[in-house]
């Protein structure tokens, strides 16, 4: 098999991974350059990351994984030296600014690992590549190797997959808890050491093993408060062919949307989990986002005066985010809001902010059953569309 050969397949297999994007575009960028893949980067800039598997040769054979050992699909490895030389290749060029490197499981945990940080050591000492590198780490990663990581990456993560160990068995039976958690510590320990500037991550593979949100949010609150997490990814678990879960149910992608939208909010809105506003099937609710199912939920905080309200009474409006809570605050000693409009100028979603705010004593919301009822008929990705 030929370099572009290898580089297609495992350019295409590495969709599995969740990777650092806030605007995922197709896959490939210009013609000839598989696994490029638009993001933005620490700084918020955008930026353009190769994103590859080293090998898709897995000795682990989990029922929902497409590269599991006892599927029958074509296989690839790149070594240290290929991968090195071709990113630093479309580096030169121009076509990328940084690497999101993973791999399935070959031949071991241990020498998987080893191709992943001798690549990165290429890079960073050869190549004298000194720009960004997120770096997927196998469970089971042993101290050393992760100290290894911590000083070539910027950016680590291990994939959870699912939110407690007895759901990941479903899963990844070969798998131990422990495996995962064990890195996770040890990338805290680099972090606290003054390593990884962008910290570390993990994924959750959601719907595959029954879990519900509430137990995903259990899982996060635990990752982030004792691992010091930056960020957890999900991605809905899509039934895969010619894999002992193939008939089984794929995850809508809302669902994988509304739980992004939760973890911002819990993240950057001043929300605890325990406030989501999770249904009595314990999941978030599709046809509405959670933000706005929360303040649907608590009418006695609404509305507020937009004109008055304190920061964090504001964040907890729909439709208005920390930047135009800014906004409001430094022009409301100079200005009077009157109008949707002038809210709107501010980058207020106007259309779900009216419902919960005030303006110069007026109210211009509807009647929040009313608006419950409307969003629940809609279909859900003509609500996605609307709202």
């Known amino acids: 098999m030929d370099l572009e050969h290898k580089l297609e397949l495992l350019a295409d297999d590495a969709r599995f991974e969740a990777c650092d994007s806030f605007t995922p575009r ?13 993001t933005r980067g620490p700084n918020g800039k955008p930026m353009a990351l190769l994103r590859l598997l080293q090998s898709n040769s897995c000795e682990w054979d989990c029922p929902y994984c497409p590269l599991r050992r006892s599927n029958d699909i074509a296989r690839a490895t790149l070594t240290p030296e290929e991968l090195a030389t071709t990113f630093m290749q479309r580096h030169e060029a121009g076509d990328v600014q940084g690497l999101f490197l993973s791999s399935a499981v070959d031949g071991g945990v241990r020498p998987a690992m080893a191709r992943m940080l001798d690549t990165v050591e290429l890079l960073r000492v050869r190549f004298a590549y000194t720009g960004y590198v997120h770096l997927k780490l196998m469970p089971g990663a042993r101290p050393d190797e992760v100290e290894r990581a911590a000083t070539l990456a910027d950016r680590v993560s291990i994939n959870l997959e699912a939110p407690n160990g007895a759901r990941m068995k479903r899963i990844s039976p070969e798998r131990r808890w422990s495996t995962i958690l064990e890195p ?3 990338a805290r320990e680099q972090q606290e050491a003054g390593n990884l500037p962008s910290g570390q991550a993990t994924q959750l593979v959601v719907g595959a093993s029954g879990e519900s949100d509430r137990e995903i949010f259990a899982a996060t609150s635990r990752m982030y408060s004792e691992f010091k997490l930056r960020r957890v990814y999900f991605n809905a ?3 895969q062919p010619n ?8 995850t809508p992608w809302v669902r994988q949307q509304r739980l992004q939208e939760a973890d911002w909010l819990v993240r950057h809105y001043g929300f605890d989990a325990s406030e989501l506003p999770f249904e009595a099937d314990d999941n978030l609710p599709l046809q509405l986002d959670p933000k706005f199912a929360w303040a649907l939920q608590h009418p006695e905080q609404f509305p507020i005066d937009v004109q008055t309200a304190d920061r964090e ?6 439709g208005i985010g920390p930047i ?5 605050l430094a022009l409301r000693s100079a200005v009077r809001f009157r109008e949707l409009q002038h809210l709107r100028k501010l980058g207020v979603v106007v259309t779900k902010a009216r419902h919960f705010v005030t303006l110069d004593g007026r109210f211009f919301g509807g009647d929040a059953a009313q ?3 409307r969003l629940r008929a809609q279909p859900i990705v003509e609500q996605l569309t609307l709202w």
């Open 371 to 373: 608006v419950v009822a």
């Open 324 to 328: 135009s809570v800014e906004r409001i």
């Open 243 to 250: 894999t002992p879960m193939a008939e089984h149910e794929s």
């Open 184 to 186: 996770m510590a040890y």
């Open 237 to 239: 678990f899509r039934s």
């Open 26 to 38: 197709k896959r490939k960028g210009k013609r000839g350059s598989p696994g490029i893949q638009h």
């Open 313 to 318: 009474a504001l964040l907890r409006v729909p």
